[in-house]
């Protein structure tokens, strides 16, 4: 109880800072808002986003070896798999363990979340990727992957830059798609292919389904993996690391008129068909990208090619068929099927170089890799909401003049990484009539957009089928008054994962979903643990496969520590929920009292 009651009154003091933004921040009605100059709840101690940082510590802090734990050597599938769980297990507030599948011969797929929220979707916080090892000879990705885990989680209380990051940014890293290939690789190894393929003698970068041509490869695990993962979460940004050159390459890796090669001994080391430029509607974009990766990088915008007879390339970055065009490449099928902005990173001259040179090509990559993260908050990001305020899941986005598309998450959010200047953005969802809205993207930080659409046949049963699990009452003493929240009474006990929450808003549908305040987040982690009904992620133990931890019920201890355990009596909730209201209360007549 004691805890609970402490927690409580945290959750009172901290809502005087949550209030201050929620009514500071422009509401956003089907127009264009841009966040407030100071955006303190989104980037703490910034003006803003990845371009607006100032003063002393506008970068990453360099990288100090004494933090880490993890050695500069190469790791077998099980030493990776023990350092993951060691590490989880020891960060649970920062990190989750999962696996999205297994390889032909069985090894987990390893995912590694690392966020201030690891376990749970917070509103507004962008998903990311990054995925190593697709070739299995290809191993400086894998190795630098891991220590930008342990880089990530040991900064996490030291750096304020990697804090932002991690307290605003989910990143999910996979280390390893192909383990079976890396088992039959070598190290020393700098050209060759023994490795690169999957057991089956697959290549994975080449297995999935196409834009331009359609594919006819057999579709392995480890494809199949990857293509739930990313239908199951909502990834705006990734990077798939790559070994044998130093360059960012950028969709597409297929163009629309490919010919087939000429010679066939060139064809035989890269080239399938004769390259040429394949660029895509968001190029412009995509180059930004490539070159935030590359501009931070060591050497790699210099553009020196890796050997005598392998191509330059102009500050670091190509569009990937004007390198060489490929078939089936997984950049291509991020962007096209799932709107996710994908740049393929070439990180090393060798694939599988010497464990002894793995120090230096982490110093040449810490950078990149983090910055790169950090650009999945440019651009646009927001809401879009039926004239209730409740989400509308799914709804189908485009850019104006960019005609691949992308859509909203179950809680109607959406991001799309874009360049300053103006656009137009369409949003079309079944059962409501089609909106475009104007807006303004600038450089210092993201612009935020909500988007109410209107039935194209409202009746009364799909009015009642919208209703939310939480409603949102607003208090009518002052149009920017605090607003309580009430259960639905018909509905029974709600879980994290539908509850929600909302601060101040002069409008109620667009107030439902604007949840950035910290009081309304710690009330409803203090609700969810009281009831205990509220969903618990349990970090995989087994060799199931999931794409992200199995929801159950807190146990009486558990690796995330304050479960809550399941045993409560019937008293000590009744006692909690009292505790809750009188939280709820007193923190209305707190803000009734400051701002009336």
Not at 39 to 58: E, I, K
Not at 217 to 224: L, V
Not at 409 to 423: A, D, I, N, Q, S
Not at 514 to 532: E, G, P
């Amino acid at each position: 109880m004691l805890k609970y009651k402490s927690l409580a009154l945290l959750a009172v003091t901290a809502c005087v800072v949550g209030v201050a933004y929620a009514i500071q921040v422009p509401q956003v009605q089907d127009q264009l808002s841009l966040a407030s100059t100071d955006r303190q709840d989104v980037l703490p101690a910034y003006q803003s986003s990845p371009n607006g940082f100032t003063g002393a510590s506008d970068q990453p802090r360099a990288y100090r070896p004494d933090t880490a734990s993890l050695d500069f050597v190469y790791h077998n599938h099980d030493d990776m798999t023990r350092y993951l769980r060691a590490t989880t297990a020891r960060y649970p507030n920062l990190t989750a363990l999962y696996s999205i599948g297994k390889s032909v011969q069985g090894r987990d797929l390893w995912v590694m979340v690392v966020s201030s929220s690891p376990y749970e979707h917070m509103l507004g916080k962008p998903d990311v990727k990054y995925i190593g090892n697709i070739h299995g000879n290809e191993a400086v990705g894998r190795e630098i992957l891991l220590h930008l885990i342990q880089y990530l989680i040991t900064s996490y209380t030291t750096d304020p830059y990697i804090k932002w990051l991690l307290d605003n940014t989910r990143i999910h890293i996979l280390p390893s798609l192909n383990p079976d290939g890396y088992a039959a690789s070598k190290e020393g190894t700098c050209d060759g292919g023994q490795g690169r393929y999957n057991s089956r003698g697959f290549d994975l970068n080449r297995n999935f389904p196409d834009y331009f041509k359609q594919n006819n490869k057999r579709s392995q695990p480890e494809t199949e993996a990857v293509k739930e993962w990313i239908n199951k979460i909502q990834f705006v940004l990734s990077g798939s690391l790559h070994g044998g050159a130093l360059v960012a390459s950028y969709p597409y890796d297929n163009t629309p008129n490919a010919k087939i090669c000429r010679s066939s001994s060139t064809c035989a080391v890269f080239h399938s068909y004769v390259s040429q430029p394949s660029l895509t509607p968001d190029d412009d974009v995509f180059k930004h990208l490539s070159l935030t990766y590359a501009n931070n990088h060591a050497k790699m915008s210099r553009g020196v090619a890796c050997k005598s007879a392998s191509p330059s390339f102009e500050n670091g970055i190509t569009n990937g068929a004007a390198w060489y065009p490929l078939t089936g490449g997984m950049q291509d099928f991020n962007y096209v099927w799932h709107g996710c902005l994908e740049v393929t990173l070439e990180v090393s001259c060798c694939k599988f170089p010497p464990a002894y040179e793995l120090r230096k090509y982490w110093d040449d990559n810490q950078l990149s890799l983090i910055k790169f993260l950090a650009e999945a908050h440019r651009g646009v990001q927001g809401f879009v909401m039926d004239p209730n305020g409740s989400p509308i899941e799914k709804a189908q986005l485009k850019i104006k003049g960019r005609d691949v598309g992308f859509a909203t998450t179950k809680y109607g959010e959406f991001w799309r990484v874009l360049m300053p200047g103006v656009y137009k953005l369409e949003v079309f969802a079944d059962g409501f009539v089609p909106r475009d809205v104007d807006f303004m993207v600038v450089e210092q930080h993201p612009t935020l957009l909500n988007v109410t659409m209107q039935p194209s046949k409202p009746s009364s049963a799909e009015s009642s089928a919208s209703q939310p699990e939480l409603e949102v009452r607003p208090q009518k003493k002052k149009p920017s008054s605090v607003v309580a929240l009430v259960r639905n009474p018909t509905r029974g006990p709600t879980t994290s994962t539908t509850t929600t929450a909302t601060t101040i808003s002069t409008s109620t549908a667009t107030g439902k979903w604007r949840r950035r305040s910290i009081c309304f987040r710690i009330i409803l982690v203090l609700d969810c643990k009281i009831r205990n009904d509220g969903p618990y992620y349990r970090p995989i133990q087994s060799s199931q496969s999931q794409y992200r931890p199995q929801l159950a019920a807190p146990a009486a201890q558990t690796s995330l520590g304050g479960g809550g355990g399941s045993s409560s009596s019937s008293s000590s909730s009744s006692s909690d929920e009292g505790i809750l209201a009188t939280l709820s209360n007193g923190f209305n007549s707190l803000v009734n009292n400051i701002f009336g």
